[in-house]
T-cell receptor, first 117, second 116 residues
Framework: DTGVSQNPRHKITKRGQNVTFRCDPI?????LYWYRQTLGQGPEFLTY????????KSRLLSDRFSAERPKGSFSTLEIQRTEQGDSAMYLC???????????????FGQGTRLTVV | AQKITQTQPGMFVQEKEAVTLDCTYD???????LFWYKQPSSGEMIFLIY??????QNATEGRYSLNFQKARKSANLVISASQLGDSAMYFC?????????????FGAGTRLFVKA
């Protein structure tokens, strides 16, 4: 296992189209996070999963955004009817779960850069 | 409410000198962890150092040390002997314990410029 993998690395789409991103976490990690990062800003929390359960969704995540982790392994983030304001880097991270893993950092993928034109 | 605050949008430091990047946090959870990450222009997030809320001593990792002042809720990163390769964005992050769902949230970051 070489780390967190995200696909695609880059996506250019026309406004109004739907896009889907995929994240493959480190295999033994139960927790999976999605963040959005715009230029010069820190990663903004979007949502996270423990196994297949989606535990929390940020208010940043409008109804056009949906995330799944159907078998507790890989996750997908879908954006419907994309808008220019959705242009950003979408980062996925994974970590072990629970109090015993409090000191373990989140491992990040390389991100998917979305450009909506 | 902002949970992680990094008040320095940009910092300059002379090569070989030390620099402190500020971070304050807000939580009511007694169990939490504090992390610093580096993000160079290539975009990857690189973990630097961790401090647990119950740790009695400040964390150190090579040239990185974390000045943890629990009562003031601050977790400043100190980089000693700065190198040109330290030029990057630096993010402070916090993972709250059970009360916060163990999720990790980030500050807005500080861009560090190391001058030759």
């Amino acid at each position: 296992d070489t780390g967190v993998s995200q696909n695609p690395r880059h996506k250019i789409t026309k406004r109004g189209q739907n896009v889907t991103f995929r994240c493959d976490p480190i295999s033994e990690h139960n927790r999976l996070y999605w963040y959005r990062q715009t230029l010069g800003q820190g990663p903004e929390f979007l949502t996270y999963f423990q196994n297949e359960a989606q535990l929390e969704k940020s208010r940043l995540l409008s109804d056009r955004f949906s995330a799944e982790r159907p078998k507790g392994s890989f996750s997908t983030l879908e954006i419907q009817r994309t808008e220019q304001g959705d242009s950003a880097m979408y980062l996925c991270a994974s970590s072990p779960q629970g109090e015993e893993a409090m000191n373990t950092e989140a491992f990040f993928g390389q991100g998917t850069r979305l450009t909506v034109v | 409410a902002q949970k992680i605050t990094q008040t320095q949008p940009g910092m300059f430091v002379q090569e070989k000198e030390a620099v402190t990047l500020d971070c304050t946090y807000d939580t009511s959870d007694p169990s939490y962890g504090l992390f610093w990450y580096k993000q160079p222009s290539s975009g990857e997030m690189i973990f630097l150092i961790y401090q647990g809320s119950y740790d009695q001593q400040n964390a150190t990792e090579g040239r990185y040390s974390l000045n943890f002042q629990k009562a003031r809720k601050s977790a400043n990163l100190v980089i000693s002997a700065s190198q040109l390769g330290d030029s990057a964005m630096y993010f402070c992050a916090m993972r709250e314990g059970r009360g916060g769902g163990f999720k990790t949230i980030f500050g807005a970051g500080t861009r560090l410029f190391v001058k030759a």
